[in-house]
């Protein structure tokens, strides 16, 4: 799990992921959406492989990427499990009357 949240630890990796939502994308087409060197993007793919998040696959001279949303959301979901599951927002307390204090 702390592969995937350091993978979303970048704004650069989590706009690829948002990309990829749209579709499977070449690294090249991926690459070209930013301000970045060839290999810096590269770096960039590798950490999310690594996490899961993505999948690649060679097509020619290209390389494919796919985005694999089955292990963000199981990542997530162990984050809110790690703390009790999805607890219930605590309930906000009423709006004391005007000349009374509330006991605390």
């Not at 696959?57 to 984050?79: M, P, Q, T």
């Amino acid at each position: 799990m702390s592969s995937v949240f350091k993978a979303l630890s970048d704004p650069t990796r989590r706009r690829v992921l948002q990309l990829l939502r749209g579709g499977p994308m070449s690294a090249g087409d991926l690459a070209d959406r930013f301000e970045v060197s060839k290999p810096t993007m590269s770096a960039h793919f590798a950490v999310l492989r690594e996490a899961g998040l993505v999948h690649a696959e060679k097509a020619g001279k290209s390389v494919i990427y796919h985005l694999k949303l089955s292990v963000l959301e199981e990542a997530l979901l162990g984050f809110v499990q790690s703390f009790g599951g999805a607890a219930a927002a605590p309930e906000e307390e009423p709006p004391a009357e005007p000349g009374k204090e509330t006991a605390t």
